[in-house]
């Protein structure tokens, strides 16, 4: 299989009169036809940017990409790309889901309409045409009376149907990757899991890849292919989603899923949080950005710069003991499926 | 059965699938969401709200909001009414009333108080004055309207750039328009008039002139604010380009707070032409205006006292009239009261 996607060592920083902003520093994956990734790590370290970076939406009056940095999308460099050029990407062959979806809809436009429109821009249909195409995919996302439905403003639809709204938006022009930026959470639990079936469905009809960006494990463990955690704006595991929730590398992926609540342990069981705050990307901890919050960190993680190896097949983690075959746990996966 | 009618019947609640067809819309925010799991399922019970909703658009809704406001209708039905009045003039004013240009200079025809042959009594110059007030709408009217067209026309453009694009455009342009705001309003008017000669055409064209960095100013922080909701990133990453983000996505969620002003502006307008008329600046005699026929009336205050009643009151109301539109405008193009 060809690859579809490849960043290599995507560094996107903004430059802020309190100093640069490391938001993305160093970032590399590769992305099949077909497969899911799940990008993970708390609030601000860097998932959403790296997103947007793929997606070349960074604003270009703060925000830096690297000269060093590539992004290959069917091995064309979408960094190189002028504007048109990823204009015809955008919504065409890269689709994003956002995550809000009561204000992701534009609210004067009929719903059918904006599901239609990407079809106009990239594939030249009629209004009509496109007017038809939308009740389809309306339908095909689970709309009940989709064709009564496209001509409902936003303002009619609840959170659930609005999301599943984007979702029949971002695959209109059946692209080869979408990127969900945490799609389900403003989302009631409930209605999450449908959105995620949804989008399992879907991705088993159209073959497309999905980049999952969430900070939510239990989305995780239900779709996706691979793990990336994120910390401080880098890698710092790399792995099968199998590999990354029962054989994690990295301490902070273990407090991860330690802080999780869980429906197979008794109610006494304590959850354990991460202690402390996550850093400043400004000024990010010297040697390994997690060793402050880290319960295991030595004197040497202070100074050294964990670097992401490869500890296993295809999997990795940035951590000095990593190799250690001692330093390991194993744990149970977070699925949130129901029992 | 096509594969999508295996899906949705897969996906749906079965219910969903066996519920009856009727297509009102009644039953459709009942129906189940996509699940698998039926368990699971949280059926969003009917509300009156949503099907009161039904089939109203946007601007269907703006006018259900702007009809409850009786001040605003009582303005609408004014402007209307002068619109009308002034429109047919001709059929009816100069034949039953006078000529607004016919001088009478029999002795004793001036000055008279109102009576059945002239119902608002007659100028210096004998001249029906009810006929003036009458033509006098035509132009205050004329000017009103042209002048916000051509503030609005400039303001637009200049607020969508400045809004849109912002960095150094941004900051060109507003500190233009701070350069126009920061003479005094009516005696920058004056000067440029004073420039341009006065007559009624250059009325409008300073008016139009000097109104636009408001216009701009509004449209700017409006473009700003819209700026900011995720549907704006949607459409970005959904491929649109520079003219189709402007004009589709954030004119129309930004205009809202430029009707309103634009409303106002042309009581605004209507004051500041009779204010130059008045000073001798604006409209030229014998034209009838209503600025020109208060400046006429000042030396004759105490003596014929209701030359300056009429169109003072006209002034007044008609003003008022546009005022208070705007301020139903206001609550009744609010996205965020809508409930």
Redesign the interface.
């Known amino acids: 299989m060809s690859t579809l996607l490849e960043v290599r060592n995507l560094k996107t920083h903004f430059h802020t009169r309190d100093g640069v902003v490391k938001a993305v520093d160093g970032v590399n994956f590769n992305l099949e036809p077909g497969k899911t990734l799940a990008v993970v790590g708390e609030s601000g370290s860097g998932k959403s940017v790296t997103a947007l970076s793929i ?1 070349r ?1 960074i604003p270009k ?1 703060t925000g830096v990409i690297g000269t060093d940095s590539d992004i290959l999308f069917k091995g064309e460099s979408v960094l190189g790309m002028d ?1 048109a050029g990823v ?6 062959r890269i ?2 889901i ?3 979806p009561m ?7 009929r719903v059918g309409r904006q599901i239609g ?2 079809l106009i ?2 594939k030249g249909l009629k209004k009509k045409e496109a007017d038809e195409r939308a009740v ?1 995919l309306l ?4 709309i ?2 989709a ?3 496209a ?1 409902d ?1 936003p ?2 639809f ?1 959170g ?2 609005r999301q ?1 709204a ?1 979702i029949a ?1 971002a695959l209109a022009c059946d692209p080869d990757i979408l990127i969900a930026d945490e799609p389900t959470t403003a989302l ?1 639990v ?2 999450q ?2 959105i995620l ?2 989008m399992i ?1 879907l991705q088993e ?1 159209t073959g497309t890849a999905i980049i999952m960006i969430t900070h939510d494990l239990g989305v995780v463990a239900d779709m996706a292919n691979e793990v990336m955690v994120m910390y401080a704006g880098k890698q710092i595991e790399y792995g099968t989603a199998e590999d990354v929730f029962y054989r994690p590398l990295h301490p902070y992926t273990w407090g991860l899923l330690e802080s999780l609540p869980r429906h197979d342990v008794s109610e006494k069981g304590i959850l354990l949080p991460i202690t402390g705050q996550p850093p400043s990307l400004i000024n990010v901890p010297s040697g390994c950005a997690f060793h402050p919050r880290c319960p295991y960190a030595k004197d040497v993680c202070r100074t050294q710069v964990p670097q992401l190896t490869s500890i296993e097949d295809g999997h990795s983690s940035a951590c000095l003991f990593s190799g250690d075959p001692g330093f390991r746990r194993e744990t149970a996966s977070p699925s949130r499926e ?1 029992v | 059965m096509s ?2 009618d295996d ?2 019947h ?3 609640n079965p219910h ?1 699938h066996d ?1 009856s067809p009727v ?1 009102n ?1 009644e039953l ?2 009942a ?6 799991d039926q368990s ?1 399922s ?1 059926p ?1 019970p009917p509300t009156d709200d ?1 099907i009161a ?1 039904g ?1 109203r ?2 601007w269907g809704d703006a006018w259900y909001r702007l009809r409850k406001n009786k001040l605003a209708i009582a303005g609408l039905v004014w402007v209307i009414f002068v619109i009308l009045v002034t429109l047919t003039a001709d059929l009816w004013v100069k034949p039953y009333f006078g000529d607004p240009l016919a001088m009478d200079t029999t002795l004793g025809a001036n000055l008279q108080p109102p009576s059945a042959d002239h119902i608002m009594g007659t100028d210096k110059l004998g001249r029906d004055v009810f006929a003036r007030v009458v033509y006098g709408a035509r132009i205050s009217l004329t000017v009103g309207v042209i002048a916000v067209a051509i503030s609005v026309a400039i303001g637009l453009i200049m607020g969508a750039l400045s809004g849109y694009f ?2 150094f455009l941004d900051t060109l342009i507003m500190r233009g328009a701070d350069v126009f705001l920061a003479f005094p309003y009516v005696l920058f008017a004056i000067a440029l008039i004073a420039v341009l000669g006065p007559s009624y055409r250059n009325v409008f064209i300073a008016i139009g002139i000097l109104g636009w960095p408001s216009i701009a100013r509004v449209f700017r922080s409006s473009i700003l604010s819209v700026k900011e ?3 704006i ?9 520079h003219l ?1 983000m402007i004009f589709r ?1 954030i004119m ?2 930004a205009v809202a707070p430029i009707i309103v002003y634009g409303t106002m502006s042309i009581g605004g307008a209507i004051i500041t032409e009779a204010a130059l008329s008045f000073l001798g600046m604006g409209v030229q005699p014998p034209t009838p205006s209503w600025g020109l026929m208060l400046s006429d009336a000042r030396p004759l205050m105490v003596r014929a006292p209701w030359l300056m009643l009429w169109p003072g009151f006209a002034i007044l109301t008609t003003v008022l009239a546009f005022v208070l539109m705007g301020d139903g405008l206001r609550d009744a193009l609010d ?1 965020k009261m ?1 409930d």
């Not at chain 1, 339908?139 to 689970?142: E, I, K, Q, R, T």
């Not at chain 2, 129906?31 to 698998?36: D, L, P, Q, V």
């Not at chain 2, 990133?233 to 380009?241: L, S």
């Open positions: 997606m939406l009056t504007d204009r015809s990407i955008r919504g065409n689709a994003m956002f995550q809000d204000t992701s809809l534009n609210p004067v436009y429109e990407s821009l990239h389809e339908d095909m996302v689970g009940p009376h064709g009564e439905r001509k403003y303002h009619q609840s659930g149907m599943r984007m938006m009631d409930t209605i899991a449908q079936e949804l469905e009809r129901v | 594969d999508r899906l949705r897969d996906a749906h969903t519920e297509d819309g459709r925010d129906a189940g969401h996509s699940i698998k699971r949280l969003i949503i909703d089939g658009t946007l912002g960095g909701n995720e549907y990133d949607a459409a970005k990453a959904m491929g649109a380009g189709r996505h129309p969620n996205v809508k």
